[in-house]
Nanobody, 112 residues
Framework: QVQLVESGGGLVQAGGSLRLSCTAP????????MGWYRQAPGKQRELVAT???????VYADSVKGRFTISRDNAKNTVYLQMTRLTPEDTAVYYC??????WGQGTQVTVSS
């Protein structure tokens, strides 16, 4: 079983920043795309950003220019740097490795 360990969520005021981290087993990290998704109350889970093993990134339109996804292959860790946060960014953020593997989620709450 693949376990993804997430950290970095919390409460922040609008306009603030947070950085999420997700560590995956080294056996898969180097060969799969990694991604961040989020789910707000009453809404479907949606893509936030993904990064391939080669470093190619994709972002949701709603976060372009504010969020940055990156990966440290030496640490088997993917990051999501979030800036200029708004209350609309409030959600549970999930890390995803490849297709089938998900983290447990970390809460991000942005107060107005």
């Amino acid at each position: 079983q693949v376990q993804l360990v997430e950290s970095g969520g919390g409460l922040v005021q609008a306009g603030g920043s947070l950085r999420l981290s997700c560590t995956a087993p080294g056996t898969i990290f180097s060969i799969v795309s990694m991604g961040w998704y989020r789910q707000a109350p009453g809404k479907q889970r949606e893509l936030v950003a993904t990064i391939t093993s080669g470093g190619v990134t994709v972002y949701a339109d709603s976060v372009k220019g504010r969020f940055t996804i990156s990966r440290d292959n030496a640490k088997n860790t993917v990051y999501l740097q979030m800036t200029r946060l708004t209350p609309e960014d409030t959600a549970v953020y999930y890390c995803r490795a490849g297709s089938p593997w998900w983290g447990q989620g970390t809460q991000v709450t942005v107060s107005s």
